[in-house]
């Protein structure tokens, strides 16, 4: 059943100041910090050219369910295409542009990013990764979304309200486990507990400039060579990946509010950056633009962190 048309709420990820802008038919449903969002048009583009953010400068996550009609997804560099039955999360505070190619039917969840990866770290992993509701987490995640979308909450107490945003969101985190599950299960078991082991010890040393394959070998047991055959199967070599996480981590706490107080060099040090000068080329060249104007708000690049796909 298509949604009913609403005009007095704003539709922001339709890159709109309000509804009455948008040519078709919009229900939505705001618990809390969540919002679900059912929309039905024509032909349609979204493009933002930066990200976009409620007053406080919160960064927000977006969950597409493809309902009806195709629609293409241009964020990051990577091109994703959606069909009927496919979901897909995305961020909201990243540069994209989304095209619906002809009349469609969608489903959108917004979702506060930093609660939200608070929750599950992994949520990062369904980023830019068309996932299918024929899979059993994902199928029971579109029938809570539909449930919410059709629900009357203003008939119901508020605190029953924010249990049933919250159940959303911890499906949601459910979906990531399964599929950083499903991933590792397409691997021999043994070479998981090994890579498991390897980036736990890492991750504790995080802030030893120092850190080596070496210091692995003797901390460990795990011989160079290994370690070299088992991140061969990766994504990125051991070095990339621990110079990757490093300045992510940074790229995360420049903006952390309890990091605030503490000066950028102090920052990049404490997780294994030994020279400013080093933290900040690195930087530059991982996210488009200086640690600094990160910090003051700027919006982040569109070119760089290329967007994974499975």
């Known amino acids: 059943m298509p949604p009913t048309p609403v005009t007095h709420l704003p539709a922001p990820w339709f890159d709109m100041d309000t509804v009455k802008d948008f040519p078709g038919t919009y229900r939505s449903q705001t618990l809390g910090a969540l919002t679900v969002t059912q929309a039905a048009g024509a032909r349609h583009s979204v493009r933002r050219d930066s990200p976009w953010r409620t007053g406080s400068n919160e960064p927000y996550l977006l969950v597409i369910w493809q309902r009806r009609g195709t629609a293409t997804l241009v964020q990051r560099g990577s091109t994703l295409r959606l069909v009927p039955g496919d979901m897909l999360v995305h961020e909201a505070g990243q540069p994209y542009r989304l095209d619906f190619e002809g009349p469609f039917e969608v489903t959108v969840a917004r979702i506060p990013a930093a609660p939200m990866r608070s929750l599950c770290p992994l949520i990062d992993t369904l980023l830019g990764v068309v996932q299918n509701c024929r899979q059993p987490q994902v199928a029971l995640?579109?029938?809570?979304?539909?449930?919410h979308a059709a629900t009357d909450y203003a008939a119901m107490p508020r605190a029953a309200a924010l249990h049933a945003a919250e159940a959303l969101r911890q499906t949601l985190a459910g979906c990531a486990l399964g599929a950083v599950v499903a991933e590792q299960q397409r691997r021999p078991s043994m070479s998981q507990y090994h890579l498991g082991r390897i980036r736990q010890?890492?991750?504790k040393r995080?802030?030893?400039?120092?850190?080596?394959?070496?210091?692995?070998?003797?901390?460990?047991?795990?011989?160079?060579?290994h370690i070299h055959r088992l991140f061969a199967g990766e994504a990125q070599s051991f070095s990339t990946w621990l110079w990757d996480t490093r300045l992510k981590l940074c790229h995360?706490?420049?903006?952390?509010?309890?990091?605030?107080?503490?000066?950028?060099?102090?920052?990049?040090y404490?997780?294994?950056?030994?020279?400013?000068?080093?933290?900040?080329?690195?930087?530059?060249?991982?996210?488009?633009?200086?640690?600094?104007?990160?910090?003051?708000g700027a919006p982040?690049?569109?070119d760089h962190a290329a967007t994974r796909r499975r």
Do not use: K
Request: proline share 5%.
């Open 141 to 147: 995640l579109t029938a809570m979304a539909d449930c």
């Open 201 to 203: 010890y890492a991750l």
């Open 206 to 225: 995080i802030g030893d400039s120092t850190l080596s394959i070496n210091e692995l070998v003797e901390a460990l047991g795990i011989s160079a060579a």
């Open 252 to 268: 995360l706490a420049l903006r952390a509010p309890e990091c605030s107080g503490q000066p950028i060099s102090q920052i990049a």
């Open 270 to 296: 404490q997780f294994g950056f030994s020279h400013p000068a080093h933290f900040s080329r690195a930087y530059r060249n991982h996210f488009g633009m200086t640690p600094s104007a990160w910090r003051a």
């Open 300 to 302: 982040a690049a569109a």
